[in-house]
Every structure is written in structure tokens, then in C-alpha cells.
């Protein structure tokens, strides 16, 4: 089994960058594909971001797409999320996901992940 710990969340004037790392204990990540996804208060989690096992593929929500960046460090262990120009509606809890199967055939849904973090508060002010 996998512990995934997010961290780097914070306040952000809107126009603002922060970087979301996911680090990994117990496992390797090296053998997971891994998700980024995030929950607004009241909403669903949503999709925001995703990586395969190795970094060959990426995709990204449309709401994103241009302005957030997934990148993986499976020496380090970790998954990163940079993101830039930030707006208010980024606002959410972002979440870690880690899916342990050997094809990555739907990043963007949440059954797909086995082992999710606890996840980093993200709050862009207007």
C-alpha cells in the first residue's frame, strides 16, 4: 500500500503560481500512474491533472489546460503540480491519486485511483 501527503497549498492573489507536491511512502511510484484532483466546497471532486507511470502522457482538464503543469520525479518520489495564473475559481482542496493498474485507461475519473492523499488547502483571493 501507498501513503500519498500532499503539500505546498496556501493564499494566492489571483494571477498568482503555486506548486503542489505529492510525496509517496511505503511504495514506489514509480509503479503507479498518478491524478490530480481537486473539491470546491459544495462541489464533486473534479479532475484537474494527470501523469503516467514513466511521464510519457499527460492530461489535463480543459479548465487548467495552459496554466497548470504535472510533472513526476520517480527518483525523488514524487509528483508535482505548478500552477500558474491562478483564479479565484481554483479555490478547492486539491487531492493526490495514485492508480496502480498497468494500463492508464481513464485518467480523469476517480474510480480509476486506489490510494488518494489527505488533501492541501488552495485559496486564490480575487
Known amino acids: 500500500q501507498v501513503q500519498l501527503v500532499e503539500s505546498g497549498g496556501g493564499l494566492v492573489q489571483a494571477g498568482g503560481s503555486l506548486r503542489l507536491s505529492c510525496a509517496a511512502s511505503g511504495r514506489t511510484l514509480r509503479n503507479y500512474h498518478m491524478g490530480w484532483f481537486r473539491q470546491a466546497l459544495g462541489k464533486e471532486r473534479e479532475f484537474v491533472a494527470a501523469?503516467?507511470?514513466?511521464?510519457?502522457?499527460?492530461y489535463y482538464s480543459d479548465s487548467v489546460k495552459g496554466r497548470f503543469t504535472i510533472s513526476r520525479d520517480n527518483a525523488k518520489n514524487t509528483v508535482t503540480l505548478q500552477m500558474n495564473s491562478l483564479k479565484p475559481e481554483d479555490t478547492a482542496v486539491y487531492y493526490c491519486?495514485?492508480?496502480?493498474?498497468?494500463?492508464?485507461?481513464?485518467?480523469?475519473?476517480?474510480?480509476?485511483?486506489?490510494?488518494w492523499g489527505q488533501g492541501t488547502q488552495v485559496t486564490v483571493s480575487s
Open positions: 491519486a495514485a492508480d496502480s493498474a498497468p494500463w492508464f485507461r481513464e485518467p480523469s475519473a476517480k474510480g480509476t485511483y486506489d490510494y
Open positions: 501523469i503516467s507511470w514513466n511521464g510519457g502522457s499527460t
